[in-house]
């Protein structure tokens, strides 16, 4: 598969894990959760225009001194924005991302509203944090020209614009630290419920994993459902937020870089550019490696687990070396994996240094002709340095998260390819439950009092050998049945066809309801609970006094 294949590949398998939460549909529709996307962006830049308005007519009519010390020229700009086109331009697209929520209020009840608000709110404080930083860079240009200039008084009124825009921006950086991870956390309760739910339905966690490693394309569910859900929710918000950091970035320091050189900001453009290509294509490598080694952790941690739960078994065979011998085939095959992890790792460190470390001279280069030209002042370079540097930075996002976009994408394809099992079994257990009812329904057939098979063939799955072949069995109320046979012969299969793990491969069974019935497994099996619990099991122990 070529690049751009994988890529949207992996953008729509993210997508069909990250809508139904955010925009529970019943069938996932890109456009509209895109839709959404840009509304809530219109809608937070709103906010952000209105409470900037807010805050420079608060403090013009309460506090003035604090306006013109700590906000000098704010308040124009501010007046600029609404007197141009730009202020007209912000509230229609206010307005209509309102209209968009609005329209879909229906589909976002049941509390699916509080993670677009979380999501908004992150938004804006990132938009808050750019516009601190846009003013941190003029601060820096003013104050290598006021220690030029021996300004001694504008130097302390600029360093206490700097004080004051750091106590403002400690805390904002502080909260979006906090609702980060708080949305993430909030998202991976929802999709590890949804997905235990729906592994817990209609015996998908027998059909996906029978004891059996290599016999479904589905490895370590147990994996999946907790460290894939958690690492899959954090990293997705985490980079969804780099992302939108880097793109506010870009279009707000390129703007400065453009003002004080063209050939500065075209420089920096076309070295990101190639830079990024270049470590994209030499880490593409890390996504299969990352993959392998969840599956090898996995493997290795299944195998260690396997000891714990078949102790005695093992005790009593005297199997410690053979068991031994293949826990560590487990390990050594994590090792070398992890080793061209570290090797692979390394070398793209050893790339990405040099094409960080370069990078710093390239705004001295571009800036020291105009300057020894007298055509820009001193402070110049500072601020085209910090300009340079947060470019720099949004363009360079990928190198610099190459190793977590790596693991990400490995996470995506192992929760992704788990949710679309899980729900292939459900929906084929619903199909198969609606044709029942449908055919009892046209029959007029009640559910059977007594176990009745009819003309019967068993196949085991994944297996072409016949078990049983048209087989007629009815097994009244009270009545008792030996079933015989040697070891091999098919009585264990032939009870899971019965209680129904297994569908015959011709013929029907019917049985009575659930609840009905009982079938004791051949292995003793003890629930995680009480012993009120296990006697009650498999039924609620709170049903009984």
Known sequence: MNPVSAFRSQLGKLQRLAQPYFLPLEETNAWQFLLLLVALLAVVVGVTLLLLTALVGATGAWIPELQSRFLPGVPQQVAAIWKGPWGATVMVLFAAGLAVFASFRGKLRQRRWVPWLLLGAIALLVLVINAINVGISYIARNVDNALVAYDKTG????????????????????????????????????????????????????????????????DNPDQRITQDTASFTGTSLEVSVGIIEALLTFFSFIIILWSISKSLAGILFAYSVLGTALVVFISRRLVFLNNAQLRLEADFRYGMVHVRDNAESIAFYRGEQQESKEVNRRLDQAIVNYDRLIIWTAAINVVKRSYDYFSRFLPWLVIAPIYFLKEVDFGVFSQAGIAFAQVFSSLSFIVANIEQLAAFSASISRLEGFQGKVEEINAKADTTALAAAASAEATHRAPSESILVRHADLVPPQSDRVLLRDLNLEVSQRQRVLVVGPSGCG??????????????????????????????????????????DQLCYPLQSDRFS
């Open 155 to 218: 130097f302390w009124k600029i360093v206490a614009i700097y004080a004051f825009c750091l106590v403002l921006a400690l805390p904002i950086r502080g909260l979006q630290t906090y609702l980060v991870p708080k949305l993430g956390l909030l998202w991976r309760q929802w999709l590890s419920e949804r997905l235990l739910d729906r592994y817990m339905s209609n015996r998908a966690y027998y059909l996906i994993n029978p004891n059996d490693e290599t016999g479904g394309e589905i």
């Open 491 to 532: 009585k264990t299969s032939f009870l899971r066809m019965v209680s129904g793990l297994w569908e015959p491969a011709a013929g029907s069974v019917e049985r009575p309801a659930i609840g009905e019935l009982l079938f004791i497994p051949q292995k003793p099996y003890m629930i995680l609970g009480s012993l009120r």
